[in-house]
Every structure is written in structure tokens, then in C-alpha cells.
């Protein structure tokens, strides 16, 4: 890398760099090339992409207090949680999906995809990922879930919400 006299320089970034992502470490051999950070933005395909923001959306429809709306966003579906309704992000507006649910405390979700698992501790609600639909599941009722590495793990299984 040439740096000129005014301080300007040149540094090409090839394609085959930015692919590898994020180091896995600070301590990487100079050279190697691979990020410290990112910013608003992800490597595919062997580029640099920016990430779509979220473009705003009504949720006037909301009217429970705090803490709604929950949002719960994926690449695939966002999900705005009302305390008894779940809607869908649809253009600028929300769908609604499921209404009428228990009143329980904060959703918490995971989102496979299409799939969707949420639970407020009273009910527990899966998306079916072919039909879009939400409907209320036989699963347990959670106060916490969490994506572990792929696989579901769920806090105060079936203990009900007092």
C-alpha cells in the first residue's frame, strides 16, 4: 500500500477478503485480511451487502401500554406482539394473524425461517410455515425461549403466569 505525500492512499479489498467475514480474533496474523468490525453490513456471495432497514410501519392499531408493541423481527417475517393479538408486518400497515389469546407476561419468541414458536407464558402460538397461519400449539407455555445453537431452549416450561 502506497500512502502519498498528502496523506491519501489505496487499498484494494478484494472479494476473496470481504467473503471471510469477521475474524475470529484481533490477534490474526497481518495480512490475513478478514474484518474487525461491521457495521450495517454482512458478507454474501463474496461482497459486502448492506442491510435492509426496516422500513417504518403503523402500529397505531396497538393500544395496550407498555411494553407493546414487541417486535420480533427475522429475515423472513417481522411479528408485532400485542398483549392479546399477534400481527404480521405487511407493506407499511400490520396483519393481523391470531387474536383473542390469554393475557400472560411478554411474548419471547424464536423464528426458523417461516416457522414461528411464541409463548406468553399463558399460551403458546406456532406459525406453520407452509399455510402461514398462526394457530395456538400443544407445545409448552414459556416465560423465556431462545434460539441455543439451533436448538430451542425454553425458561419455566408449562409453569403457568400467575
Not at 3 to 19: A, D, M, Y
Not at 60 to 82: A, K, L, R
Not at 107 to 125: E, M
Amino acid at each position: 500500500m502506497e500512502v502519498l505525500r498528502n496523506g491519501k492512499f489505496s487499498l484494494p479489498i478484494l472479494s476473496t477478503s470481504l467473503s471471510k467475514g469477521l475474524r475470529k480474533s484481533q490477534e490474526n496474523v497481518r495480512n490475513q485480511h478478514g474484518l474487525i468490525e461491521c457495521f450495517g453490513a454482512v458478507g454474501r456471495e463474496g461482497v459486502l451487502k448492506i442491510l435492509e432497514e426496516l422500513s417504518i410501519f403503523e402500529t397505531h392499531e396497538i393500544t395496550d401500554g407498555f411494553p407493546y408493541p414487541q417486535i420480533f423481527i427475522s429475515p423472513n417475517i417481522v411479528i408485532v406482539c400485542g398483549a392479546d393479538q399477534i400481527w404480521e408486518k405487511s407493506g407499511y400497515g400490520l396483519e393481523s394473524k391470531i387474536s383473542g389469546l390469554s393475557i400472560g407476561s411478554t411474548w419471547s419468541a424464536v423464528i426458523y425461517h417461516d416457522y414461528a414458536y411464541l409463548s406468553n407464558g399463558r399460551v403458546s402460538v406456532e406459525r406453520n410455515p407452509e399455510t402461514k397461519n398462526y394457530t395456538l400449539s400443544e407445545l409448552p407455555t414459556a416465560m423465556a425461549i431462545c434460539n441455543f445453537n439451533g436448538q430451542v431452549v425454553i425458561g419455566a416450561p408449562n409453569a403457568g403466569y400467575k
